[in-house]
């Protein structure tokens, strides 16, 4: 295997690890303190404040010390953050945890971002960032699908955090394996300020930093209601919905090099359309075979739309931009997902679950409105030819 694609690699088990937590952690932090799950949802909004409170110094941190020792000491760090959450049980513990998680996660793809183009040839780089956007999507939605599924018994109940965790360690460590694997050339520092843009956000991806907010809401939405509602469930056998429509990215993945024959416009419409009709089935039918096939639908619209929108932000980046490109997509996509999982959880405690969906189809209705009227507009007049 290649030092690309062994990167590739390694970001997949990254967010895997990371986003099969993702379903159970409110649950758990309700239990572990006491809490309600209100506040246990709005504690994932932490997660995405320790990445932005590291991001300006993203830069600084990459020019000055070794990018591969950077993402080993985080992969150490996440490790223990997962350990931490199994075993921590006091407000300020669950504090810190979600914090320190964030500015792990996000250090930790800002170091395999950048030496995934380091290791790349420069004629061969929008192409390897595009592959490694495709993995990062790949291990989101099956960690989701593993996490959702482990955490559940055949019969009835819980399996727990503790196999989720054990998993979710595991992945982290094998993850660090591959990127041990790689060979880093030496690069010398160019005195990069201590607090700066560079390699955090990308300005000229603004526009489309709000589009994805908006879908990746969506998202966020369904991750902690397999613990709330039945609704979830595939008939009397325990296979959460989730987990089914990660077996629907997963088949699509094996197929998306026919999505770089279709255009962007057509993309992003269709699948943002697909989001809205598998939640509307999953609303209006009981019948199994309806419920995965809207399971389906959502797994593969969720792939497509994030895919896209992703090419769309590499598009925008010149070629000294392009882990600025990706993290400010990430950025975009984890904050969706944590005010998604904190809204979820709170209309969950006052059993509001339609209203739930509801609020997710709108905010996929206007999420393409904010793409047919301002985004794609914005996005054909700076791309690069």
């Not at 080993?72 to 998680?101: C, D, K, Q, R, W």
């Not at 995965?292 to 769309?312: D, K, N, P, Q």
């Not at 944590?338 to 405690?349: D, K, M, P, R, T």
């Not at 209705?365 to 007049?381: H, Q, R």
């Amino acid at each position: 295997m290649s030092s690309p694609l062994r990167i590739c690699w390694a970001s997949m088990l990254l967010f895997a690890s990371q986003y099969m937590l993702l379903p159970i952690l409110p649950a758990v932090l309700a239990i572990n303190i006491g809490l309600s799950v209100v506040y246990a949802g709005m504690f994932m909004l932490l997660q995405t404040l320790g990445m932005l409170l590291v991001g300006p110094f993203h830069g600084f941190l990459i020019d000055t010390y070794r990018r591969k020792y950077i993402g080993l000491i985080s992969f150490f760090v996440l490790t223990l953050v997962s350990a931490g959450y199994y075993y921590a049980n006091s407000f300020v513990e669950f504090l810190l945890l979600p914090l320190l998680h964030g500015i792990a996660l996000g250090l930790a793809y800002l170091s395999l971002t950048t030496i995934c183009i380091d290791v790349t040839a420069s004629g061969d780089r929008d192409r390897i960032n595009k592959k490694l956007g495709g993995f990062v999507h790949l291990g989101i939605i099956l960690g989701v699908a593993l996490g959702s599924f482990l955490s559940r018994n055949n019969g009835d109940g819980y399996y727990g955090f503790l196999p989720v965790m054990l998993v979710s360690i595991g992945l982290v460590v094998w993850g660090a394996l591959s990127l041990i694997s790689v060979p880093v050339p030496f690069r010398a520092p160019i005195g990069m300020p201590v607090c700066s843009l560079d390699r955090f956000f990308l300005p000229r991806t603004w526009v489309l930093t709000l589009n994805v907010v908006l879908v990746s809401f969506v998202f966020g939405i369904f991750l902690p209601l397999i613990y709330w509602d039945d609704r979830f469930m595939v008939d009397t056998i325990i296979i959460p919905y989730l987990t089914v429509a990660g077996v629907g990215f997963l088949l699509l993945f094996f197929f998306k090099s026919i999505l770089k024959r279709i255009d962007v416009w057509k993309l992003i419409t269709t699948s943002i359309v697909l989001i809205v009709v598998a939640i509307s089935v999953f609303l209006l039918f009981d019948q199994i075979v309806l419920r995965v096939i809207s399971a389906f639908l959502l797994g593969i619209a969720l792939e497509v739309v994030g895919l896209t929108f992703l090419f769309m932000f590499v598009d925008l980046s010149h070629h000294c931009q392009r882990v600025a490109a990706n993290n400010s997509y990430l950025i975009a996509w984890q904050l969706g997902v944590s005010v998604g999982i904190a809204v979820a959880c709170y209309l969950c405690v006052n059993k509001q679950f339609n209203l739930t969906f509801q609020l997710a189809m709108f905010s996929a209705t206007i999420a393409l409105i904010f793409f047919l009227l301002v985004t794609y507009p914005y996005y054909k007049k700076r791309k690069r030819s």
